[in-house]
């Protein structure tokens, strides 16, 4: 599904330089605005795609896709603004002001004030991801605010106090979030603007009336994620040889319970899964491009026999590596 995720976005961005995040501006207000104004900017190692609406006055969302390994952001500071940015697909993490990092998996929220964000650096550990951002200057909200917000119960001077006050909050997937996005990556273009402003009042509604929202996703010291990163380079650089847990502990200076947890708070999965796909991954590139043999190619990937390799590869592809070399020299 990864892989499939990451071609997807390729496609979407196959225009685009490397270099480039390019934008869309599709909101009537123009510049002055919470997220676009004119201190807005972006440096990407990668490209990206970002298509910014303007649904109610002082209300922006954006919908951003991102194949890269990381963007900087930079724009005005504002405790008054609200930013609900919601993760489709990939991973993203979010070095924040404060030394905080913020970590979403596919369904993942994260709100925060727009000065939690306003210089910071979103990763992508897997290469890639798309999500939804919305910015709601509460100022405007608080002399402008719809009659069917208020309905609802949504208060600007409460969402300001919920969720610009400290630290960004962070959200797990559940079928509530799913139900409020889901559609906006699913509509026609005929309904679009209308079925986004319903969207964005129901997530303001859903954030005004949630009084729990069970077990929060763990924020971590961004000096920690750094050194998982370095953890994880190490790693990949080196599919031949095998680390285990208490050698990179001992290494990195880090608790081997720690390690464990951030790994799999950062790349999706614990170490071990990581690196039996990622070795398979590289297994595969080699069989494609490559006429080493089956135990040579184990071995350049960390397997001390060709069986342990075969055996592995199946559960990761499915098929044998003498099966899937075979489809590509078929030309299939």
Known sequence: MKKEEAKVMAQKLQNIPNGTLSVKD???????????GEQFQA?????????????FPGIEVSFNTFLASQVSFRHGASDSALEIYYCRSGRVGWNMQGGTAVYLGAGDVTVHS????????????????????????????????????????????????????????????????????APLFSSPGSVGMALLKLKVLEMLVYL?????????????FSRQTELIKEIHKQLTEHPDQRFTIAELSKAYLINTST???????????????????????????????TDASIADVANRVGYETQGKFSKAFKDVVQVLPTEYRKTYQNGE
């Open 26 to 36: 599709c909101r009537s207000g123009g510049v002055g605005s919470a997220l676009f």
């Open 43 to 55: 440096v990407t190692a990668g490209k990206g795609y970002v298509e910014a609406y303007e649904p």
């Open 114 to 181: 727009m000065a939690c964000c306003a210089d910071s650096s979103m990763m992508f550990p897997l290469g890639y991801s798309e999500g939804i951002s919305i910015s709601v200057d509460l100022k405007q909200l608080h002399s402008l605010c719809p009659e069917i917000l208020k309905d609802g119960g949504v208060e600007a001077d409460r969402l300001r106090e919920r969720f610009c006050a400290g630290k960004p909050w962070a959200i797990p997937s559940c079928s509530d979030l799913e139900h409020i996005f």
């Open 208 to 220: 005004s009336n949630r009084k729990t929202w069970g077990k929060e996703l763990t924020q971590y």
């Open 259 to 289: 390690l464990k947890e951030i790994f799999k708070a950062v790349y999706g999965q614990p170490i071990a899964t990581y690196m039996k796909e990622y070795r398979v991954q590289q297994a595969m590139k080699l069989l494609r491009e």
